[in-house]
């Protein structure tokens, strides 16, 4: 119960960041910023409505839900948001890390993004019933194969966002940040059952 609460306290301690975030965005009239952490804000207000609203989600809708309702893997997401956020308008002032003045900061967001996506993807398949190994094997394969269709994404959006322009070196980059972030939520996840334990009696 302790811990809950700590973790609580964190997310909305995150939460306050991201609004600093929105508040400096309205100072410097960022207008992709203003959006940013609205949906930042929004996002992170979910599960907190959700535990209000019911103490347990749906049947049906247990595995999807689940890690909306550990308040350790919202936590986690909700650090990750916080950073991000941060890094691409640090706030009050106009400094975007992210895409100009330390453009490696992105590298940070991968590594944290690759933890929070790898985390959240792997809690949903371990509610599927499925052993440990086959939790991990589908959780990477799913997981490598969205990273790969983002950066292709960003790629081939480039024409049209000014501020995006990346060399094939550094889309190779993202990736293995994106993958060291997961292999991090593995080492946690099964070294201390954190912030979820996996399946361990089903063959």
Known sequence: MVIAIRERQITYISILIVFIGFISALMYRRVDHIYRTLVALVGLSIPLILHKKASDPPKKLEPVLMPLYNEKTMMI?????????????????????????????????????????????????????????????????????ACVGWEIAEKLSESEISFIHETLLNKARDLVMDVLGALFGLHIVKNRGYPFELNHDIR
């Open 77 to 145: 997401l909700g650090i990750f948001i916080a950073i991000h956020v941060s890094l691409v308008n640090v706030p009050f002032t106009t400094m975007d890390l992210f895409h100009k003045e330390w453009t490696d900061a992105d590298m940070i967001s991968h590594f944290l993004g690759g933890l929070t996506v790898w985390l959240i993807l792997t809690e949903i398949l371990n509610h599927l019933n499925l052993s440990e190994r086959k939790t991990i094997e589908y959780s990477f394969l799913i997981f490598i194969a």
